[in-house]
Structure formats: C-alpha cells, structure tokens
C-alpha cells in the first residue's frame, strides 16, 4: 500500500462546475499537506498549504484536511478551461537535517471542458 | 515565471556526453532540492542540500553529481547517462529548518538521452 493515495482521473468536468479532488495517506506522522498544480511541461505549482484539520481558502480554491480520517481535498469553485492540468497532493512530516521530505500522490489529471 | 530559474529548458545528449543544469533562487532559502519526474508520474527526490552541504542523497547512481557552490545556487553534473534517464529535472527550494516552509520549484529541465 503507498503511502499516499489519490485517484490519477483522468477527471473531466463542465466549465463553472465544482471540482473535488481528493488523497488519502497511511501516515498519521503527517502533519504538512500541499497541493501543486503542474500544467503540461511546467513545474508544479504551490497552491495550498496547510498544517492543522480543517479548511483553508484562497479564491476559488478550498483545502480541507480531516487527520482523524487521513483525508485532504482541494475543492475547485467557478472552474475553469485555465484550470487544466495535474494536481498533486503532497505531504511531510516534518524535517529531516532541516528540509522538507515530501510525500507525493500520483497526481489527478483534470480537463474543464468550455 | 517561477522564483526558482532553471537551465536550459531543453537538453538533449549522448550516452557518452559531459553536461551540467543549473538552479538559481533568490528567495533566501537555505534548501534546495533536485526530483526527476517521468512522465505521468510523481516527482522522485533525488538530493537534498542543507546550508549547501549535500544532506539526503536518495541513493542516486554515480553518474548523476550534484553541487551547491553558495546559496543560491544548485547544480547537477551528468555524465554518462542512459536513455532510461531521460525524464523533467526539476530544482526546488524552501527555507531550511523552518517547518511551515512548503517547496517551491522551478519549471525544469527536459532532458533526453540518445
């Protein structure tokens, strides 16, 4: 079983939809959840951060976390065709030597559709 | 743009060839990291550099060298590389020893070994 846990899609959805994209990890040393977007030939991108359970908000995007469950989601409000691309859960639990050692999921491949 | 710069965007090279990427970051961090990503796949970490010493080296075969001559920047020496090594190279960085500090990547190096 991987550590982390998240479904690779691909997942297509209507512009203006609402979008939920979802990991799931075995860890319960995990205590630092991100979520990147990388578009294709691109880096992954820093979206959401977040420490404790509970949700965090910026714009249209909503991280959540539930650690009693192991269970984090990004919600996607007012999607759209710029949003294409892969999302990536990652996760830490805490330092080794003074860096981060993350965790990934395989990644969701998302199409909003015009 | 992403704050973290990589060079070149594109490398092609022989199996008998000598090359090198490079990775600049101007944010302060004290951190930084290389992955190697396939294709639909999750980024692999391969090295970490703390305070430029090399900190978490993920078993990585010889022929992949890297080097940290300040803070800001990385870099990774190739040398006999085999077409299973083509893959995104991608540099990252994030303040040392603070846990609430997420990575940030560059947008990476494609290479492709002939």
């Known amino acids: 079983q991987k550590e982390v846990e998240q479904d690779p899609g691909p997942l297509s959805v209507p512009e203006g939809a609402i979008v939920s994209l979802n990991c799931t990890y075995s860890n319960s040393a995990f205590q630092y959840f991100m979520w990147y977007r990388q578009y294709s030939r691109k880096g992954p991108e820093l979206l959401m951060y977040?420490?404790?359970?509970g949700n965090k908000e910026d714009g249209r995007f909503t991280a959540q976390v539930d650690k009693s469950s192991k269970y984090i989601s990004l919600f996607i409000r007012d999607s759209q065709p710029s949003d294409s691309a892969t999302y990536l859960c990652a996760m830490s639990g805490g330092l080794i030597q003074g860096a981060q050692k993350l965790v990934f999921g395989q990644g969701t491949r998302l199409t909003i559709n015009p | 743009d992403t704050e973290v710069t990589q060079t070149p965007k594109h490398l092609v090279m022989g199996m008998t060839n000598k090359k090198s990427l490079k990775c600049e970051q101007h944010?302060?961090?004290?951190?930084m990291y290389w992955y190697k990503q396939k294709a639909k796949k999750p980024p692999e970490l391969m090295f970490v550099y703390s305070y430029e010493k090399l900190s978490i080296n993920e078993s990585v075969p010889s022929r992949f060298s890297p080097e940290c001559p300040n803070s800001s920047l990385l870099n990774l020496h190739l040398h006999a590389l085999q077409p299973e090594d083509s893959a995104l190279y991608l540099c990252?960085?994030?303040?040392?020893?603070?846990?609430?500090?997420?990575?940030?990547f560059g947008n990476g190096t494609r290479l492709t070994v002939t």
């Open positions: 944010m302060g961090h004290r951190a």
């Open positions: 990252a960085s994030s303040h040392w020893d603070r846990e609430n500090s997420p990575l940030h």
């Open positions: 977040t420490y404790s359970s």
